[in-house]
């Protein structure tokens, strides 16, 4: 489809910046039998819609649960739910249903939103390794450093600060003229694949500036959890007991283990973009956006022992409900 490029008489021209009524989204090339694919991505939807809603729904019924790090991980899980909704479904539609084109400002929405929650992921998962940081390396001082107050501050900056890297990446896409190719080589709007079309027609140097910025928040977030996890392997070899050197390692494995799933396809194909091959990139970015959502309420919250007894205490009362139900209407 590399064909199809922009008609001058078919775009709105508003003082000169072309902008063509849809675009193309070309997916994988030249692969067979890529629906079992797309298949694949939806069970993997629905396990991670399920399991994050569950989470959600257990810290807000139990107040034992109503505690600063249950604020992040909440949060994690609501933009976990919100970036999967974002991407799996229109996802579904373009490609199994064959419907390609999308409009220009459907396109600059899709572009916000995944975007939006790739940076919130990003921001969480920093979010929660401050609070392993703090209440390894400063036990004493944790709950004077991680409060309600403190929590809701920076998952509020976070998403202060993702809302206006978003809305500047798309008001500065808005002032480019796509006036050749409108074939975008990616599974959905990808920022870096729609800008560099205008690049014939357009000063795309603030568009790249945008993107190195981009990559760089998606970058600093995961120094900081490095550098906060080397603090906290220094912290644990200054712990006598083995029995709690074990316990603080358990907390530590399953966020690092998420982090890995989630970064390391990320940086690696944004550092080495230029030699990897586009089904290749589509692959890894694709993955990144699924699995991570999926395995965190699976890997971090399930394996935490007071969320496990609170949600064992959740569905036992609600079988207890159901059991008094029927002696009542006897």
Known sequence: MSYLTSDPNQTENIDTIIRPPYFFISGFIDIPHMEYYYIF??????????????????IYMDNSLHSPKYVA?????????????????????????????????????????????????????????????????????????????????????AWAFAVFLM????????????????????????????????????????????AYLISTVLFLPMVFIISSYICITHALFTITLPQDRVRALKTCTSHLILVAIFYLPIHFTYFLHSIIPTNARIINLSLTSVLPPMLNPIIYVLKT???????????????????VVPIQST
């Open 41 to 58: 991505l939806c069970f993997v939807y629905i396990i991670s819609l399920v399991g994050n809603t569950f989470v959600m729904m257990v």
């Open 73 to 157: 991980v909440f949060n994690l899980a609501f933009t976990d739910v919100c970036g999967s909704t974002a991407m799996v479904p229109k996802l579904l539609d373009t490609f199994l249903f064959s419907r390609q084109l999308i409009s220009y400002n459907q396109c600059l929405a899709s572009l916000f939103f995944i975007f939006l929650f790739l940076n919130m992921q990003s921001f969480n998962l920093t979010i929660l390794s401050y609070d392993r940081l703090v209440a390894i390396c400063c036990p004493l001082r944790y709950h004077m450093m991680v409060t309600h107050r403190s929590m809701f501050q920076l998952t509020g900056a």
């Open 167 to 210: 809305l500047l990446a798309v008001c500065l896409i808005t002032r480019l003229s796509f006036c050749r190719s409108l074939v975008i080589n990616s599974y959905f709007c990808d920022h870096g694949p729609l800008y560099r079309l205008a690049a014939p027609c357009s000063d795309v140097v603030p568009n790249k500036v945008m």
């Open 305 to 323: 022992e007071e969320f496990k007894e609170s949600a064992k205490k959740l569905l036992s009362k609600r079988k207890a409900q159901r059991a």
